[in-house]
């Protein structure tokens, strides 16, 4: 069974402060890495998405790739209050459909 | 405005009657998705289709079908042998169906009375 597992939270960081998620994948094959942000009661939106080992930033978003260790992270920079969302983290592996992880809820307070 | 957008918003169905959500992109995408979503979990695949004319059975098929005739509507039924329908479903379309991102529509929340 394929599987992406992430920590369900909360996670709780301070105004200002770096959030950081993590997520770790079970099939090596896997191509192509993403993350979206899920408010409550909406659809998930895209916010990151990384193909290659490495860094790659966005705005006040970094999305980590190291396909050796199968993990794959999200950094945001000086968290805001809406930034407080449920972050889910998606694999594509075989070229179909993605894999979801069931979420990281982050609380952002001010 | 390009997007998807799902219909209705909220639907309610009376045990063993099969009810269709819709999905139309403007997009131009070929492939499109369905996924659940229950309270606390993660999205599951339900169907996609890559192409016009042909689709494929995700991970929890079971109790649902699909069509796809056109290339920007993909509507989903779900069907009475779905037993435990309730659950959030979320339309998405890709620009292939290869590794490429996916966007998603708004949703359309199922519940059984």
């Known amino acids: 069974q394929k599987e992406v597992e992430q920590n369900s939270g909360p996670l709780s960081v301070p105004e200002g402060a770096i959030a950081s998620l993590n997520c770790t994948y079970s099939?090596?094959?896997?191509?192509?890495f993403f993350w979206y942000r899920q408010y409550s009661g909406k659809s998930p939106e895209l916010i990151m998405f990384i193909y290659s080992n490495g860094d790659k930033e966005d705005g006040r978003f970094t999305a980590q790739l190291n396909k050796a260790s199968q993990y794959v992270s999200l950094l945001i920079r000086d968290s805001q209050p809406s930034d407080s969302a449920t972050y889910l983290c998606a694999v594509n592996q075989a070229g179909t459909a993605l894999i979801f992880g069931k979420g990281t809820t982050l609380s952002v307070s001010s | 405005d390009g997007g998807i957008t799902q219909s209705p918003k909220y639907l309610f169905r009376k045990e063993g009657q099969n009810v269709t959500l819709s999905c139309e992109q403007n997009?131009?995408?070929?492939?499109m998705y369905w996924y659940r979503q229950d309270p606390g979990q993660g999205l599951r695949l339900i169907y996609y289709?890559?192409?016009?004319?042909?689709?494929q059975k995700g991970d929890i098929a079971e109790g649902y079908s699909v069509s796809r005739e056109k290339k920007e509507s993909f509507p989903l039924t779900v069907t009475s042998a779905q037993k435990n329908p309730t659950a959030f479903y979320l339309c998405?379309?890709?620009?292939?169906?290869?590794?490429?991102?996916?966007?998603f529509g708004p949703g359309t929340r199922l519940t059984v009375l």
């Open positions: 998405a379309s890709s620009i292939t169906g290869g590794y490429n991102e996916q966007f």
């Open positions: 997009l131009n995408h070929d492939a």
């Open positions: 099939d090596r094959g896997s191509q192509s």
């Open positions: 289709s890559q192409i016009v004319n042909d689709f």
